[in-house]
């Protein structure tokens, strides 16, 4: 007789054990479930609530042009076409999930009792399953995720409800359309798209049972993490499929030696994520968040696809270009190749795009180049890549296993990438339709991944010189020309104690003697702008800006010409769109209109619109602006065939640069600084660090047709124009130097002809022009300022 272990002797032991105390095991059960489900009936939920229960929907946006953009929702949920399982599915489902399916009625007891026996011989009794189809529904419909022995007699007595309330073709549909399938993917049509590239009823049996594999951990089998235990999971499924019968045996074969096949997981570089969000609060203020995340509300926006990408790229370019002058600040992270090949979390989603950023590892060092891995592919750095660096070759700043953000070549076929890092620096680009008040394109920071904060509407900074021409327009409306001529010298103004304490001074530490209000505002003036506002009255200007717009608190003090209010930048675009306008303000927006699931009009826009300023007077501000843009501080976009108006901005200690300016039909604003306030840079005025983002999206705008080459601003009625000496304001005779065409109010043109002894004025220093100076009656300065120039003029004789 052949001799038995001891092992073999426990095994036995244990079998006739366990055969012994099953049906202890089934009646203890039992009486349990028995208990707990008396408690459970009691506070259980009326599964025919599901007949009429809609799932969450998403909440679309769409651009101008009717083109979706962005969406919204608690749940990414698609359902099944025309309410039907794809034969394939439901044969996966049933072979992995529950073979009984289509006889049990919601419970299937033969599986719970192998769950139990399986978990009490492996130790595990809060593993559980053994759930159907049914009770995995009602689960995901009714229940906690929490692995107690109570939810899953709960989940029993439910399962059974819905299966008396319920066809078991209606139970499958449900669950194909409820269940999480990973990356944000609720339902089986949805896991479908994202994984596959098509619907539900185009999958093959592969492709099915992939999706079926998922369900059972999809935070762990993940396609793009995790491919090998997706891929074991899969072939699983398949198995049981064939065991089924479902498929042959050429099928099985067939479908086991395929890859996964899944799409890439392209990186979602959603379009106007900042402009979405700011619709979505201003949706959710109105109607609630369940409204927004979950009853598909249909909003149509005013965003622009075209001029929205133009800002996002502009200011991409422009951070980086500025961020290149600050130098290489070093690697943003380090692999260890003894923990195997490198995979970087970032590679889940790569973008090979041309001009795409992605994160790339070092792999090795070589003279006077650098192996660069991203994703599966590998590139090369060469010295011409990096030349912003001034390092040199790639050896002097990055090592083996060093990881940095690197751009991919234009040029599909090159290997050669250019080495970036992402900027410290934020910005600002928005563009308004001036006639409607539409905001076409809007972004508020560098990356909406890195940071919500929507620097477009959140943010208040100071604007600097770009508050000027609101000074100028109260001053135009107090009668002043743009001939008038002011004394650019020094001077002291009342501050907050009433005490001659504030003392503005130009951008260059010099100034400029008598000046006409056009080359005040073109040159960007301090002194000048400061005793404007002292002449027309701090009251005025406030009720200018007012009018145009601004809502922001601005401080009565002297220094409100300089742009000290903190502003918020859609406020400012408004105000000069205003001006673009022929002085009628038009408050932005963003919506157009909100409609239902259902197609029902919820609401929609109404234009709010009121007179800023008389048209004469906007148009005669507007050709001052102009001359910004031709002789002043914005001439870097004098070349452009079309006409544009616009004015920098520079703060104290260049914290915040500025460039404002309009087309005949859009406002554009660029903006660039630090979150917290900081020096940008040495002498980073408005039109060095904000100016280059704004000429790159207007050179954008002519070359995809949302500018129009050859456009003109529209003169009201009621103007005239004469030809007036740059420098005095007075009317040019033949032969005078720098002559410009100005525009007046009709009656207020200058009589007065540039002669031979204003010439030698002019020609004198600015501090020897004061005694030549004789102000209009209007001009004359207030007793409450102490000008300074005789002083001066004493000290120079």
């Known amino acids: 007789m052949p001799s038995v272990s001891r092992s073999a002797k426990l095994s036995l032991a244990s079998r006739v054990w366990l055969k012994r105390l099953i049906p202890l095991l089934a009646f203890a059960f039992l009486g349990a479930a028995v208990g707990v489900g008396f408690a459970a009936v009691i506070n259980m939920p009326r599964v025919e609530s599901i007949a009429d229960f809609k799932p969450g929907r998403i909440t679309q946006l769409y651009d101008y042009k009717g083109e979706l953009f962005a969406s919204f929702a608690k749940e990414r949920r698609v359902l099944l076409k025309d309410g039907q399982v794809p034969e394939l599915i439901q044969q996966a489902l049933l072979a992995a999930e529950d073979r009984n399916f289509l006889q049990h009625g919601g419970v299937d007891a033969e599986g719970v009792l192998r769950a139990v026996i399986r978990n009490l011989t492996s130790h ?31 989940e029993a007595l439910l399962a059974v409800e819905l299966e008396k309330n319920f066809s078991k073709e209606q139970i499958l549909r449900l669950y194909c359309d409820f269940m999480f399938l990973g990356h944000g993917n609720y339902g089986m049509e949805a896991a479908a798209r994202s994984y596959f590239g098509k619907s539900a ?40 499929m064939r065991e089924e019968n479902f498929i042959d045996q050429e099928t099985l074969e067939r479908a086991v030696a395929k890859s996964l096949g899944v799409k890439k997981l392209h990186r979602n570089r959603q379009l106007a994520p900042y402009f979405a969000e700011d619709v979505r609060k201003s949706v959710e203020a109105r109607y609630g968040s369940q409204a927004v995340f979950e009853r598909g509300l249909q909003i149509s926006t005013t965003l622009d696809p075209l001029i929205q990408s133009a800002a996002e790229e502009a200011l991409r370019r422009g951070l980086s270009a500025l961020d290149h002058r600050k130098g290489w600040r070093g690697a943003v992270g380090k692999v260890d190749f003894d923990q195997g090949p490198p995979l970087l979390a970032s590679w889940i989603s790569v973008d090979f795009s ?9 792999l090795a ?18 010295a011409s890549g990096m030349k912003w660096t001034k390092r040199g070759r790639p050896g002097k700043i990055l090592k083996r296993g060093d990881v940095a953000w690197f ?11 250019h080495l970036e890092q992402n900027p410290e620096l934020e910005g600002v680009v928005l563009v308004l339709e001036s006639a409607t008040g539409a905001v076409r394109a809007m972004v508020g920071g560098w990356s909406y991944d890195d940071s919500q904060f929507n620097r477009a509407t959140q943010a208040k900074r100071q604007v600097g010189s770009a508050f000027k021409p609101l000074v100028y327009g109260a001053a135009l409306e107090s009668g002043f020309t743009a001939a008038d001529t002011f004394f650019d010298g020094p001077a002291a103004f009342p501050g907050p104690t009433n005490e001659l304490t504030y003392s503005p001074r130009n951008y260059y530490l010099n100034y400029y003697g008598i000046t006409t209000m056009r080359r005040a505002l073109e040159l960007s003036m301090n002194v000048t702008a400061v005793k404007v506002l002292d002449l027309v009255g701090v009251e005025r200007v406030i009720d200018f800006a007012r009018r145009s717009g601004i809502e922001s608190d601005l401080p009565p003090f002297p220094s409100l010409a300089l742009g000290v209010a903190d502003l918020s930048p859609l406020e400012l675009a408004a105000a000069y769109a205003a001006l673009s306008n022929q002085g009628v303000f038009v408050k932005p927006y963003l919506i157009e209109r909100i409609k239902s699931s259902d197609g029902s009009v919820l609401e929609e826009h109404a234009t709010q619109a009121r007179k800023s300023t008389e048209p004469e007077i906007a148009f005669i501000l507007t050709s001052l602006l102009e001359g910004v843009i031709d002789r002043g501080t914005g001439a870097a976009v004098k070349d452009f065939d079309l006409d544009l108006a616009g004015k920098t901005g520079t703060t104290d200690n260049y914290s915040d640069a500025w460039f404002v300016g309009y087309s005949p039909r859009y406002t554009m604003l660029t903006w660039v600084g630090y ?46 124009t004469q030809d007036v000496e740059y420098f005095s304001g007075l009317v040019a005779r033949p032969g005078a130097e720098k002559v410009v065409r100005e525009i007046f109010i009709q009656g207020t043109e200058p009589v007065i002809q540039y002669s031979a002894e204003w010439e030698a004025v002019f020609a004198l220093p600015w501090y020897q022009q004061r005694s030549h100076y004789v102000p209009k009656a209007r001009e004359r300065m207030p007793e409450d300022v102490q000008d300074w120039t005789e002083i001066l003029e004493g000290w120079a004789e």
């Open 201 to 240: 009823a185009e999958l093959d049996a592969a492709e099915a049972a992939s999706l079926v594999g998922i369900l059972q951990r999809p935070s762990d089998y993940s396609p793009y993490r995790r491919p090998d235990l997706v891929l074991n999971r899969r072939n699983y499924v398949l198995h049981r």
């Open 124 to 154: 595990r009794a809060t593993a559980f399953g053994g759930s159907t189809i049914t009770m995995q529904l009602a689960r995901r419909l009714f229940l906690s995720p929490k692995k107690l022995w109570r939810r899953k007699i709960e």
């Open 365 to 382: 060092i070589e003279d006077g180049s650098a192996k660069i891995q991203i994703g599966e592919r590998s590139y090369v750095l060469l």
């Open 407 to 417: 751009r991919i070549p234009n040029d599909p076929e090159s290997i050669e990438l």
């Open 675 to 720: 979150d917290l306030k900081k020096k940008i840079g040495r002498n980073m005025t408005g039109a060095e660090a904000a100016l280059p983002i704004w000429k790159q999206l207007v050179s954008a705008g002519l070359r995809d047709g949302w500018l129009t080459a050859g456009e003109r601003f529209s003169e009201p009625p009621g103007l005239s």
């Open 354 to 362: 041309p001009g795409a950023w992605n994160e790339g590892v070092v």
